[in-house]
């Protein structure tokens, strides 16, 4: 039986988009718990106050997360609502993921500009220009087209969408899921498929983060984890983990249930995506992150290791 909770604090970023996440939560949590009164704290992370760095330049450590962890383990808010793909693979001690929602689509999508007469992504021109922020797109867009000029790009959603329209751009790539969940899906010029872009590890997916000791809350929220999503990324997660990757490191990965089979594939990209090493894992659910953990040492010593040590080594030298 739910436990019962007067009152519950949700802690977020304050970007659009993580308002709707929040809010989200909020509502789905109303709907189950119509008694319990439910706020929502916004509190700026590091992410937030610096943007004129590419994320890869300044850390990627909890860049979206750290100063919400410190509100939930001083009792300032209950629960933190994220993007799945921002929390770290290592959580704070005393913290824990009480549940993962329902995923959206995972699919990175391409955005032409609206001028330019191309609608895909491969129908850009030679050394088109296409922006990004991710380390991972970029990775796998130049390994699709070599000729490609990689803009870095920085933003909440309404500001890259800004840029991209007052540019001589050709085009950006973000993710289906918060293109769609802001509404800007009438914006979408081609749904990019996986042998082009794999996403990040977790994308389209909620994490919602608590206290460990807080059985109650973990009560409460269980109407809203997802099995399914859950189970795929937690293998995604024990891949990332098993690699110490991070944002500055080009991992792209995408695990589903499909007829009661845990499925895999993933990809570890050099900077200039002159260097791919995929794979793919099958195996029982019940083994999700074992198997990522499989896949991630399959693609280590199939040449992975070799791209980790050259781009940690860059950083480390930075």
């Known amino acids: 039986m739910t ?3 007067n009152k519950v604090i949700i802690g977020t970023r304050g970007s659009q988009l993580a308002l709707w996440q929040a809010e989200w939560v909020k509502k789905e949590l109303t709907r189950f718990h119509p008694k319990c009164h439910i706020e929502i704290e916004i509190i700026n992370t590091t992410g937030d106050k610096i943007l004129d760095s ?4 300044i850390g990627d450590k909890g860049l979206f997360t750290k100063e919400i962890e410190l509100a939930l383990l001083d009792h300032h808010i209950d629960l933190a609502v994220h993007s799945l793909k921002d929390v770290p693979t290592n959580l704070p001690k005393g913290l824990t993921l009480a549940a993962i929602t329902k995923r959206e689509d995972v699919r990175d999508v391409f955005i032409s500009h609206p001028q330019k007469n191309y609608k895909k992504f491969s129908d850009v021109p030679v050394k088109a220009k296409i922006a990004t922020g991710s380390l991972r797109r970029k ?7 070599q000729d490609l000029e990689i803009i ?3 933003g909440n959603l309404n500001t890259r969408f800004a840029k991209l329209d007052s540019s ?3 085009g950006m790539i973000l993710a289906y899921a918060g293109v769609t969940r802001l509404g800007f899906q009438n914006r979408i010029t081609e749904i990019l498929p996986f042998d082009i872009m794999l996403p990040a590890i977790g994308q389209g997916a909620l994490g919602i983060e608590i206290r460990e000791e807080d059985e109650k809350l973990k009560d409460f929220l269980q109407p809203l984890a997802s099995e399914a999503t859950t189970c795929a990324t937690s293998g995604e997660r024990a891949f990332l983990h098993a690699l110490e990757g991070g944002c500055q490191i080009p991992i792209g990965a995408f695990a589903r249930i499909e007829e ?3 499925i895999m594939d993933a990809l570890i990209g050099s900077l200039d995506g002159k260097k791919i090493i995929r794979g ?4 029982n659910p019940d083994e999700a992150e074992n198997l990522g953990i499989q896949l991630a040492k399959t693609l280590a010593e199939s040449g992975g290791k070799e791209i980790l040590d050259q781009i940690r080594n860059i950083n480390y030298s930075k």
């Open 168 to 170: 001589e751009w050709d």
């Open 3 to 5: 436990a019962a909770l």
């Open 280 to 283: 793919s894992i099958k195996g």
């Open 152 to 154: 870095d790009l920085r």
């Open 54 to 57: 590419p994320l890869s330049k």
């Open 139 to 145: 990775c796998q867009a130049l390994s699709w087209r």
């Open 260 to 262: 009661n089979v845990f």
